[in-house]
Nanobody, 127 residues
Framework: QVQLVESGGGLVQAGGSLRLSCAAS????????MGWFRQAPGKEREFVAA????????YYADSVKGRFTISRDNAKNTVYLQMNSLKPEDTAVYYC????????????????????WGQGTQVTVSS
């Protein structure tokens, strides 16, 4: 079992920044592919970014490429999402997720790949 707890969400003006954190406990965090997803009201949960177990590979949704950066610290069992140049359309509940299958970049955007999910943290971007 893996427990994932997100933090760092909040209210920010457009153009601002936030850094989300996801703390993991339980099964070996360092062997997991970690992903961030988001869900806006009335919309399906969508992929944001993913990072391989070694942090050597990352993958981003086109909508956040160049603005968001995913990173991880395996010593702290934590994955981060640095979000810059935020837009109102980034408003959503952000979830982290863990996948213990081998890294395949193109597959990381699929929700079914992930074995464990956090409860989410709200990000609201005002215009």
């Amino acid at each position: 079992q893996v427990q994932l707890v997100e933090s760092g969400g909040g209210l920010v003006q457009a153009g601002g920044s936030l850094r989300l954190s996801c703390a993991a406990s339980g099964r070996t965090f360092s062997s997991a592919v970690m992903g961030w997803f988001r869900q806006a009201p009335g919309k399906e949960r969508e992929f944001v970014a993913a990072i391989s177990w070694s942090a050597g590979s990352t993958y981003y949704a086109d909508s956040v490429k160049g603005r968001f950066t995913i990173s991880r610290d395996n010593a702290k069992n934590t994955v981060y999402l640095q979000m810059n140049s935020l837009k109102p359309e980034d408003t959503a509940v952000y979830y982290c997720a863990a996948d213990f299958k081998p890294w395949v970049a193109a597959m990381t955007k699929f929700r079914f790949r992930y074995d464990y999910w956090g409860q989410g943290t709200q990000v609201t971007v005002s215009s």
